[in-house]
């Protein structure tokens, strides 16, 4: 949706972003940084690029991505939460849910 400046994000890099989450058939967010669809910029969400600890999907995405960028994510389930779905998630998102993220990076700390 909107190219970003700056160098590309790598494996390593340590990311702070603003996100949304639908499940592809459902219009209600699943998860979203705080205000991020009433146009506020609160807390970002940080991801460890390629530590495992964020869904592959995303990780991966990211990789694509510089300062700024805004992008439209299909996710497949594969790098979601894969067959067994996200009980912790309330809602629950099943197994083999595809995932919809809107993603925009806000900071890149550069690992060494």
């Known amino acids: 949706m909107k190219k970003g400046t700056g160098d590309t994000i790598e494996i390593g890099d340590q990311v702070q972003i603003y996100y949304v989450t639908w499940m592809m058939n459902d219009s209600v967010p699943i998860d979203q940084s705080v205000g991020y669809l009433d146009g506020y910029r609160y807390e970002p969400y940080t ?66």
């Open 47 to 112: 991801v460890n690029v390629g530590s495992g600890a964020s869904i592959a999907g995303l990780e991966e995405a990211l990789t694509y991505m510089q300062k700024g960028s805004v992008a439209n994510l299909v996710i497949d389930s594969k790098l979601a939460y894969g067959q067994d779905g996200n009980t912790y998630s309330d809602p629950y998102v099943p197994g083999f849910t595809t995932l919809i993220m809107q993603v925009e990076v806000y900071k890149i700390y550069k690992a060494n």
